[in-house]
């Protein structure tokens, strides 16, 4: 049984940071792409950064300079550090892994932008 697990998420100021975890079993998870999504309220979900197997990254403008993905495959785990945060980083963070066994989601963790 394949399992993503996101954690990390909360409630944090603006200018704060916070560092999100995805932590996956049931998979070989050097062999898969994994991404960050995220959705916020009444808007559609849209990818915030993507780590490959090789650990090339690619980010949304939006969150470039601000937050790093990385992953530690000995750990099964990506990372999201997400700095210089702003109310409009609020939503729910999802992890997102594919690879050759298809493509799995996370249930998400929520990330809470205020003063």
């Known amino acids: 049984q394949v399992q993503l697990v996101e954690s990390g998420g909360g409630l944090v100021q603006p200018g704060g940071s916070l560092r999100l975890s995805c932590t996956a079993s049931?998979?070989?998870?050097?062999?898969?792409?994994v991404a960050w999504y995220r959705q916020a309220p009444e808007k559609e979900r849209e990818l915030v950064a993507t780590i490959t197997t090789r650990g090339s990254t690619n980010y949304a403008d939006s969150v470039k300079g601000r937050f790093t993905i990385s992953r530690d495959n000995a750990k099964s785990t990506v990372y999201l550090q997400m700095n210089s945060l702003k109310p409009e980083d609020t939503a729910v963070y999802y992890c997102y892994s594919m690879g050759p066994r298809g493509n799995y989601w996370g249930q998400g963790t929520q990330v809470t932008v205020s003063s």
């Open positions: 049931g998979i070989i998870f050097n062999a898969y792409t």
